[in-house]
């Protein structure tokens, strides 16, 4: 199983980007999702996750501002990000808890980081 990230770049204070995960491989059943992010020099943190029941959290820094979604048919979840801080930059992680086996446990994957960065 792989999990491919992208959308990352460079936008202005204020921009809008549209990060994506798409899970590849054999996949059972994909439960919860999610985006974390690292800036240099600090520890990894949860941005944004669904759970397998399909809620949603965000972390305070970003709510209001960010959107996580996912399309089950794609095996891919997004994170749509509004009014981007040059606070929010960093590398942006994927991560997905997925299923490979029939009646197998949940395993988690992680996609190669998307750099996200913000001018002011």
């Known amino acids: 199983v792989q999990l491919q990230a992208s959308g990352g770049g460079l936008v202005q204070a204020g921009g809008s980007l549209r990060l994506s995960c798409a899970a590849s491989?054999?996949?059972?059943?994909?439960?919860?999702v999610g985006w974390y992010r690292q800036a240099p020099g600090n520890q990894r943190e949860l941005v944004a996750g669904?759970?397998?029941?399909?809620?949603?959290n965000y972390a305070d820094s970003v709510k209001g501002r960010f959107t996580i979604s996912r399309d089950t048919a794609k095996n891919t979840h997004y994170l749509q990000m509004n009014s981007l801080k040059p606070e929010d930059t960093a590398l942006y992680y994927c991560?997905?808890?997925?299923?490979?086996?029939?009646?197998?446990?949940?395993?988690?994957?992680w996609g190669q980081g998307t750099l996200v960065t913000v001018s002011s």
């Open positions: 991560n997905a808890y997925i299923r490979t086996v029939p009646g197998g446990g949940l395993l988690p994957y």
């Open positions: 491989g054999t996949i059972v059943n994909i439960n919860a």
């Open positions: 669904i759970s397998g029941a399909r809620t949603t």
